[in-house]
């Protein structure tokens, strides 16, 4: 058993706030960065942000800067995106994926090894 499970996706209107959570088991994010993306429909996936296994490194695009925060717990080996201000545009499915550079290269620059199934995002009035 080793996977990593995205939860929180919804149905939210614009303006509106939504927490994803990415968990895995079978093994530990300790030693691992954690990056999320997002794909949207008829669109190429894009990287939302990294958090390294130390929290020194967050990196996030310029779409989600300022309105997208991610954290992470070790003890619950757990990762949450909390989003806020949502607009139409978020609308996506959201995919977590441990990073074996630990963010080091950044979103862009990752080594990822391991993807969760996606939860879906809709934002919508």
């Known amino acids: 058993q080793v996977q990593l499970v995205e939860s929180g996706g919804a149905l939210v209107q614009p303006g509106g706030s939504l927490s994803l959570s990415c968990v895995a088991s079978g093994f530990t994010l300790d030693w691992l960065g954690l990056a999320w993306f997002r794909q949207a429909p008829g669109k190429e996936r894009e990287g939302i942000s990294c958090i390294s296994s130390d929290y020194r490194i967050l990196d996030y695009a310029d779409s989600v800067k300022g309105r997208f925060t991610v954290s992470r717990d070790n003890g619950k080996n757990t990762v949450t995106l909390q989003m806020n201000s949502l607009k139409p545009e978020d609308t996506a499915i959201y995919y977590c994926?441990?990073?074996?550079?630990?963010?080091?290269?950044?979103?862009?620059?990752?080594?990822?090894?391991?993807w969760g199934q996606g939860t879906q995002v809709t934002v919508s009035s």
């Open positions: 994926a441990t990073d074996l550079n630990d963010c080091d290269l950044g979103i862009h620059g990752g080594n990822y090894d391991m």
